[in-house]
């Protein structure tokens, strides 16, 4: 099995988590990613069907100011997050990101276990986006002249050929699929800022929705107990993850001590014009008891809140335009899916957590084994799926807490390296950016994110339905990162690093 190979030295210790000349090809990766690259797979990580489909079901389930509550403060740990991520990624710009951080600033068997379980989530994901691309796109009639395993194909082909194109066409295409979203969300506010004051829709509704019979939003703004709003806390976390990926650009960045600093500071509006005024959107215009909110997924574009939006303002084509917007987000949840994996797998390769062949590059700056082993398991899995889904439903539980663990790994690394920076003397004034309020960024995460995970099945503390499947499933990501984790500290006996023994040597591949 290809993913649990690790090189060792002839004493039969692991190797050193550094570049060495047995794992190092002639040819290296391309710092061909531009500042607008960045910035926009940052807002392209941040902006999918999450805020598209799932947030309708937010805001029903917790009601506006539930939903509003919910996203500001993932979106503040967010936030906190690449800070935290972005302090590490200026200083050592790797391809590995957070893996190579936890390896090297807390302890290997964490590297490894975040690593793999990183692109385990990745190559599921990608799997799950060529399947749901396909219905998405038979939304069109004329479209539905070939099966939908043939549209896959398809999607995967294109997916591929991005990625095997080189690093500045991925950057590109990522490019434009965020720019694609972008323009959508904007047009979006714009047309429910009018609506609401009734220039749009033939009559003003505004404030007047948010009300529940004769009484004011403000005693009902706030749907459900405390574990409905925690539930709603997983469809956000959910939501905002991919925006770790700036980590993993930082490696082919041509200025990272510039770009990514640029990149992060631009979160934290992001997150507020694109999530917390586009929720205020919704609440404003569909009563969040309106049974239109439920059940939204990407095959039915007619329940996404955007659409119901847009229908109300007098937009006949919103459905046909929003299903295009969908279909690119997923598009680009798949190309950077496959690009994440990849350069996961190459960074192991390279740091001898997998095998030094994925550490090898072509002449374009692309880890072409690593594309290859990675578009092989996503083959594989999505015809798993085709042809047994009960099996694939497992698989995909196995991966779904992999985003919630990859920002514990950012927190506690990020923690580890700035005490370790303190022991050893150094100046925090070598730092090219700094994380904003450490420690209380770093901790905050950490316990939001252990919220998060531990509050998943909230079903059976609201309504006394405890199920033993369901409760496996929803959890079984944690008994995967602990496999991974227990087969490398078991097998190589590593220890945590000591304060005084962290690398903090800014080399780079």
């Not at 490894?112 to 749901?132: E, K, M, P, R």
Request: charged letters at 10%.
């Amino acid at each position: 099995m290809l993913v649990l190979f690790h090189q060792v030295c002839p004493n039969g210790k692991p190797m050193p988590l550094t570049m060495n000349s047995a794992t190092t090809s002639p040819n290296t990766i391309k710092r061909h990613l531009k500042t607008r690259h960045l910035s926009m797979i940052a807002i392209g990580g941040s902006i999918g069907t999450g805020l598209f489909m799932a947030s309708g079901s937010a805001i029903h389930d917790a009601g506006p100011g539930g939903a509003l509550m919910a996203y500001a403060a993932i979106g503040l740990m967010v936030y906190f997050l690449m800070t935290s991520l972005g302090e590490m990624a200026t200083y050592l710009p790797t391809s590995g990101s957070f893996s190579v951080y936890a390896a090297r600033f807390v302890d290997p068997s964490l590297g490894f276990a975040l690593g793999w379980n990183y692109w385990f989530n990745w190559v599921i994901t990608v799997a799950a986006d060529i399947s749901i691309a396909a219905l998405v796109i038979t939304y069109w009639e004329p479209l539905r002249f070939m099966p939908t395993w043939c549209w896959s194909m398809v999607f995967f082909a294109c997916i591929f050929l991005l990625n095997i194109l080189s690093v500045r066409a991925y950057g590109e295409s990522e490019y434009w699929f965020a720019l694609i979203k972008v323009v959508t969300v904007i047009v979006f506010l714009g047309v429910g800022v009018l609506t609401i004051f009734g220039i749009l829709g033939g009559q003003y509704v505004g404030f007047d929705l948010f009300t529940m019979g004769d009484a004011p939003i403000l005693g009902h703004g706030f749907s459900g107990s405390f574990f409905t709003v925690l539930g709603v806390f997983l469809i956000a976390g959910f939501s905002f993850q991919g925006t770790e990926l700036i980590g993993i650009t930082a490696g082919e960045s041509e200025n990272p001590q510039e770009s990514i600093p640029k990149a992060i500071k631009q979160v934290f509006w992001r997150i507020l014009i694109f999530y917390i005024l586009a929720i205020l959107v919704i609440g404003l215009l569909i009563p969040y008891t309106s049974p239109q909110l439920l059940g939204a997924d990407v095959s039915e574009v007619a329940k996404s809140p955007f659409t119901l939006v847009f229908e109300r303002a007098g937009l006949a084509f919103a459905a046909a335009v929003m299903n295009t917007v969908i279909l690119t987000s997923i598009l680009s949840a798949g190309n950077s899916g496959m690009y994440a994996s990849t350069r996961m797998l190459y960074a192991m390769g390279k740091s001898s957590m997998a095998y030094a062949r994925f550490g090898d590059v072509n002449v374009r700056g692309v880890p072409v084994w690593a594309l290859l082993a990675t578009s092989v398991v996503i083959l594989a899995i999505f015809l798993l799926e085709s042809a047994n889904p009960g099996a694939y439903e497992y698989i995909v539980a196995a991966s779904g807490l992999t985003g919630f663990i990859a920002w514990l790994g950012i927190a506690i690394s990020h923690y580890r390296f700035r005490r370790a920076f303190r022991a050893q003397g150094k100046d925090l004034s070598q730092l090219v950016y700094r994380a904003k309020w450490f420690p209380f960024g770093p901790i905050l995460a950490l316990v939001l994110c252990i919220l998060v995970i531990l509050g998943q099945d909230t079903d059976w503390l609201l309504h006394g339905d405890f199920n033993w499947q369901r409760f496996a499933i929803t959890y079984m990501g944690i008994p995967v990162f602990v496999g991974f984790y227990l087969y490398h500290k078991l097998r190589y006996r590593t220890h945590k690093v000591p304060l005084s023994q962290v690398d903090l040597s800014p080399h780079v591949d």
